[in-house]
């Protein structure tokens, strides 16, 4: 159940973010439970991946090398979704990180711990 409460939370930011980011088009909200989906698959399988092969990166620069693999998991479900564009490699790390940030308080709030 909290997977599901999870999935519609990030939909709905997705969304929202297409509305008040820049550079993100999301055509409706099924594209963006897609994107949610992906994402969330991307971060599950691809995501430990690329951590593994750039951990010296990710050391050198203290960890903000993983700033730059969120994005790069973003422009990877741009390609799978064409609902779904971010205009360019900055705007993905903007909506990585303001996805991230939204997702963590509302994961707070709404989903319980059980």
Excluded: H, R
């Excluded at 995501?47 to 969120?70: R, W």
């Excluded at 779904?84 to 940030?101: H, K, P, R």
Aim: with cysteine; aromatic share 14%.
């Amino acid at each position: 159940m909290n997977f599901i409460i999870k999935l519609f939370i990030s939909s709905i930011i997705v969304f929202a973010l297409s509305y008040f980011l820049p550079g993100v088009q999301v055509t409706n909200i099924m594209a963006a439970l897609w994107v949610a989906l992906v994402l969330g698959l991307l971060n599950t399988f691809l995501k430990p991946v690329l951590v593994l092969l750039t951990i010296p990166v990710t050391l050198f620069t203290l960890g903000l090398f993983l700033l730059v693999i969120n994005a790069i998991i973003v422009l990877i479900c741009d390609y799978f979704i064409p609902e779904f564009q971010v205009d360019g490699f900055v705007t993905a790390l903007f909506f990585s990180i303001l996805l991230s940030l939204s997702q963590s308080i509302l994961n707070k709030i709404f989903v319980s711990d059980k």
